[in-house]
Structure formats: structure tokens, C-alpha cells
């Protein structure tokens, strides 16, 4: 693909798939979005101990908006939710689809592309829609967490009986098998991990504690702490929805502290999905500890490869079988 596409209008999608272990159905929802012409596969990580995937995909606002609603409708046909197990919370197989704006768009711009999606989702999967951030159409739904409180299995009773918990869009019975998504546009985030060298969750969860901003610790911080069975170590999990008020380095730091407080050491860090270049500035030389990275994480850095070609993306291999259609 031609460098020439970062010129033009450019969305970043970041959709979460509540699918970590079969390496056949997160390869087939990938493809379902590379297929459509226009997109930048950018990135796809996938956990077996959350039993989720994140997918990052960027490219012109209607290319966008087609590949989010192809790769969800996959999701949809692939996922059952009432067998579904995973530390991370959820509501449906395609969790949550936020609309990012990358270059000579704006976040209203997004919102807009927010609804056109839900809409489609809804009308083509047959999955109903929660609307967040800047595209939330109430004020109680401005937080992914509010929507997303109590999981697909009280949320496909409640949506019935509670008006509050209705989706947005379609419905108000969930989708059976695929649930609800969650659809939303947002300023660029970093979904950031540490891990712990201790078994002992309880930690993880007074750190997490500790440094979200809903407990009165960073801004924009939100955290929680799971349990890595996979591993046998405690995770603190967290997003960071301004890295400019609550960078990085800072929020790493804010958890070795405390895990120092605690006794524990620093088992490494995991970054999901791609890191925008003016936070890894801004951490200047801290060593995370990283359990896997190099340049090309960077998302400035992931574009220009894709848009040239030299960009392979893992777990779409060519042998695994396409899974799209059936």
C-alpha cells in the first residue's frame, strides 16, 4: 500500500475481542478487517489468561468503519459468550470498538463514525450497542466501566428489566451467543501492564487501588488486579486514558513503589496494542522492564511500515483455516 494513504484522513480503530485461546478465531476476525481496501493491519495481541484479543487497525474514516463492523460480525458468528472465561471483564465477543482520530480528523468526526457503526453492527450482526466516551449519548455511559459493570451475565438480564441498562441501539435482549459491544470515540490511550513476582492477587489489587484515578490517584488512570493462572502471578492491569496528565513512566513508577511498599518485586511490564511516540518521549530512559518490545511498537513507527508493505502482523498465518464464513 502506498505511503501516500497517510496524507490523507486517518482513523485508528483498537476493537477488543473477547477471544484469547483459539488462534483460529482470532485470525479469521483479523482478516475479516485487512480485507476491506484501505486498512493498515497494524497490530494484534492476543492473552489466554484474559481470553481476549486487541486488534489495531487504521485507515480512511469509511474503510474504518467497514472493517469494524466486518471484523465484529465475525466475532459475533465465532464467540459464545455463555462459555466464555477470561480475568478480564466483558460484555459480548466484539467488547469494545473505540474510534480514534489519527490525522486531519476530530474526535466529533469519530463520534459521528461511532454511531454510523453501532447502527450497522446492529442492523447486519444483529448485536445491540452501548454508546461511551465522546460518543456516550448519556451522561452515565461516559465510562466504559458504567456500561460494562456486572458483565455479560447479569447485564443480559438487566438490559430486559432495568431501563438504565438498555443498549443504545437494538435490542433491549442481548444477542444470545455475541452479547452486546460497547462502540465509542476516544483520544489515543496506553493499555498498560505489570506484572507481579507474587501469586498473591490481594496485592495487585491494593495497588491498583492505589493509583487509579477513581480511588484518588492518577488521572485518568484506571486499574485493576487480576490473577495470572498461565504464569502463576499477579497482574496489575491498567489503562491510561491521558498519557500526557499520567504518563507512562510515571504510572510504572507509582507501581514499583508501592509493590516495593509491599514487598514485592517487578516480574516485567506488557504493553497492549502500539505506544504513541510522544509518550515513549516522555519517559525518557526508564527501564520498564518490558517483557517484549522493540521500535516498531511505536505507532507512528507501525503506520509508515504497514503503509510501505514491510509490516507482517503474527497470528495470521496462512495455514490456519478461515473460519469467516462458516
Not at 490525522?103 to 448485536?127: F, P, Y
Not at 437494538?170 to 452486546?180: I, K, M, N, R, V
Not at 497470528?315 to 483455516?321: F, Q
Request: glycine share 8%; net charge neutral.
Amino acid at each position: 500500500m502506498a505511503p501516500g494513504i497517510l496524507a490523507g484522513r486517518l482513523v485508528e480503530c483498537v476493537p477488543n475481542f473477547s477471544a484469547g485461546r483459539d488462534p483460529r478465531v482470532i485470525a479469521a476476525i483479523a482478516r475479516a478487517a485487512s480485507a476491506v481496501p484501505g486498512i493498515l493491519l497494524l497490530d494484534l495481541q492476543t492473552d489466554a489468561d484474559h481470553n481476549r484479543s486487541v486488534l489495531t487497525f487504521a485507515g480512511p474514516p469509511d474503510a474504518v468503519l467497514e472493517a469494524a463492523v466486518a471484523s465484529a460480525g465475525v466475532a459475533a458468528r465465532l464467540i459464545d459468550m455463555t462459555r466464555h472465561a477470561g480475568v478480564h471483564p466483558r460484555v459480548g465477543a466484539a467488547d469494545v470498538i473505540p474510534f480514534v482520530p489519527l490525522r486531519n480528523i476530530t474526535l466529533e468526526e469519530c463520534a459521528a463514525l461511532a454511531w454510523s457503526a453501532g447502527e450497522q453492527h446492529w442492523r447486519r450482526n444483529g448485536v445491540p450497542v452501548y454508546f461511551y466516551d465522546a460518543a456516550a449519548r448519556r451522561p452515565d455511559r461516559t465510562r466504559l466501566e458504567q456500561i460494562r459493570q456486572g458483565g455479560f451475565a447479569f447485564l443480559k438480564t438487566a438490559a430486559l428489566t432495568e431501563e438504565y441498562r438498555r443498549p443504545d441501539v437494538g435490542g433491549p435482549a442481548l444477542h444470545p451467543t455475541a452479547g452486546a459491544s460497547i462502540i465509542g470515540a476516544r483520544k489515543l490511550l496506553v493499555a498498560y501492564n505489570v506484572n507481579l513476582q507474587t501469586p498473591d492477587v490481594a496485592v495487585a489489587r491494593r495497588i491498583a487501588r492505589l493509583i487509579r484515578d477513581s480511588s484518588g490517584g492518577l488521572p485518568g488512570v484506571k486499574a485493576l488486579g487480576v490473577f495470572l493462572e498461565s504464569r502463576g502471578l499477579a497482574q496489575v492491569t491498567t489503562t491510561i486514558t491521558d498519557f500526557e496528565l499520567a504518563p507512562v513512566h510515571v504510572v510504572f513508577n507509582a507501581i514499583c513503589d508501592a509493590a516495593a511498599r509491599e514487598g514485592v518485586g517487578i516480574a516485567g511490564s506488557q504493553l497492549i496494542g502500539l505506544l504513541p511516540r510522544q509518550a515513549l518521549e516522555m519517559a525518557g530512559q526508564t527501564d520498564f522492564r518490558w517483557e517484549r518490545w522493540d521500535d516498531s511498537m511505536v505507532l507512528e513507527t507501525r503506520l509508515e511500515m504497514a503503509a510501505s508493505g514491510q509490516l507482517r502482523i503474527p497470528g495470521l498465518a496462512s495455514d490456519l483455516p478461515d473460519l469467516s464464513s462458516e
